[in-house]
């Protein structure tokens, strides 16, 4: 007697990542990009001598404090949609929001205080362009987080999110940790690679 026997082969898993949650990381992933080729411009371009040597502005340094705590806020409000503590949910996401708030308004102020001391955007030296080009273009995703908690904080204001529907709200917690390590990274950059 003959037995044929016949491999099976075991299906494939599914993906582990919700789908939008993997387009997030790709965008992310795309946006480091973008930072990693100025930040290596940068470095390139210092080493070509003509480097004007300036005052980082001290509002860096307080809206990086301003953005870690921001952090820690929006961290408490995804534990707290876990335990369906809504109304902390909605507070914690109102302070993040503000705290991204001040966080552009003192970059704004930042860029002032540089005008003030006559670093200008096209002042004629690449090391006053990179400065502006570094801390605007994260100005302007920091902008797409503030509107992504503002649509998550309107979307628990409608009960959407809670402990049983939480997708929208990690992804705006795991892309407001990202934007927050991505200014502290620059910023550190600068400190040691502005001289």
Not at 1 to 14: G, Q
Not at 77 to 82: E, G, H, K, L, T
Request: net charge positive; no cysteine; charged share 15%.
């Amino acid at each position: 007697m003959r037995v044929d026997m016949k491999l099976v082969e075991s299906p494939d898993r599914p993906l582990a990542m919700h789908p939008k949650k993997f387009a997030l990381w790709l965008f992310m992933i795309s946006i480091v990009m973008i930072f990693a080729s100025l930040t290596s411009a940068y470095l390139v371009k210092r080493g070509d001598g003509n480097w004007r040597v300036f005052d980082l502005p001290q509002m860096f340094y307080y809206t990086s404090a301003v953005i870690l705590v921001s952090s820690i806020t929006m961290q408490m409000a995804v534990r707290a949609a876990r335990r369906d503590q809504l109304k902390t949910v909605i507070s914690l996401l109102w302070f993040t929001l503000i705290m991204g708030l001040l966080f552009l308004g003192g970059q704004f102020m930042a860029w002032g205080d540089m005008i003030s001391n006559n670093v200008y955007f096209t002042g004629g030296n690449p090391s006053e362009s990179f400065i502006y080009v570094l801390s605007g273009l994260h100005w302007v995703h920091l902008i797409s987080g503030i509107i992504f908690i503002g649509i998550i904080l309107y979307n628990t204001h409608k009960f959407r999110i809670h402990s049983k529907a939480m997708v929208r709200l990690e992804m705006a917690n795991t892309y407001w940790h990202f934007l927050g390590a991505l200014w502290i990274y620059l910023f550190v950059f600068l400190i040691f690679n502005h001289q």
